[in-house]
């Protein structure tokens, strides 16, 4: 039987043309700045977003806070959502390697508060504050399922940030799902920001490696602290090329992921005990309520897991579905007669589960 892996869609395998772009990269050495396919790589995601220059990473995470410490000084505040990566999965890491404090604002659809944001800019004239000194956005947001953050959203944050001399980073790990899901261009959604993470290891195939795109005097900030934090690398371009090819070859086909996401949360929302909002399915993700089925995510997803189908538990009444590359139109007919065999199982069987947790 085969697997179908819906954890994430960082969990793709490079193609055969992905690993024959790696195989036959010209190397050199990172550190030293003469490693040609890396030196192609960040030219290429730079004129892709309409920014001055890039710096190859070995993580988003790394990506994002070697921006936050370009952009900010010890002691200052950080503004971001209240659900933002930077803030769930980072290991508070703004705060220990950086040294700012962050306020957060919470809502629904990833979007900030812009009355509250406006309410809360403190500046360097009143010692007992932080000064506020950056505002971050995540597009799409991973934790609010998935979702596009308007472009209308982010130029209003914008002006915000001009009136205020305040300045904007972007956690862009998705940002090409936004892209397919909206018909917007990256240059456009990156033209608000000073600097923009993209994730080459989500859903654009690669095996590793993030791009952080901003001008020249930023990036050599962020040079200074990507070595600081470890992640120095020699003959990248090994590695690189792979981040170049699915740049140069698997963003069109990100709106296939979209379209089979939303196939699959139809055929979910049509089962009983499911609760899946399909306003909220614009790209890749569908976030599924299991409270109606009497089972538990962690049940839900350990009996899918027996019939050949992983997803992730996203709490203790949602699981998570994830499209990518290599999940095409069978697998997701798979995992909708996978998914509705188990939850329109026998009620007696689902209750004693539930009992013995």
Known sequence: M?????RSDTVTRPSAEMRRAMLEAEVGDDVLGDD??????QEYAAGL??????????????????????????????????QAHIMFYEQGAAAALSQVQPRVFDSPNGTLDLEKMEEYVHTDADVHWAPTRLVC??????????????????RAVREL??????????????????????????????????TVSICLSKGLGAPVGSVLVADAATIALAQRARKLYGGGMRQAGIIAAAGLYALEHNLARLADDARR?????????????????????????????????????ADLMA???????????????????????????????QTAVAVEGVVTATPD???????LK
């Open 349 to 355: 069987h689902i209750e004693v589960k539930t009992a």
């Open 161 to 194: 940030c001009d009136r205020h001399d305040l300045r904007m980073h972007l956690d862009g790990a998705r940002l090409f799902n936004a892209v397919a899901a909206s018909g917007i261009s990256a240059a456009e959604y990156a033209a608000a920001f000073d």
């Open 2 to 6: 085969k697997t179908i892996d819906l």
């Open 261 to 297: 996401a939303r196939v699959l949360a139809e055929r979910l929302a049509a089962l009983p005990g499911l609760e899946i909002d399909l306003a909220t399915v614009q790209t890749n993700m569908i976030f599924a309520g299991t409270r109606g089925s009497g089972m538990p995510a």
């Open 36 to 41: 040609p396919t890396v030196i192609r790589l």
């Open 49 to 82: 977003l309409g920014k001055e220059a890039g710096l190859y990473f070995p993580s988003g995470t790394m990506c994002n806070q070697a921006a936050i410490r370009a952009l900010t000084r010890r002691g200052d505040e950080v503004f971001l959502h209240a």
């Open 303 to 333: 009996r899918l897991g027996e019939a050949g189908v992983l997803c992730l538990d996203e709490g203790p009444w949602t699981v998570r579905f994830v499209t990518h590359l290599d999940v095409d139109d069978a697998d997701i007919e």
């Open 137 to 154: 956005l995540e597009n799409t947001h991973k934790h609010c399922g998935g979702l596009v953050v308007p472009v209308d959203h982010v």
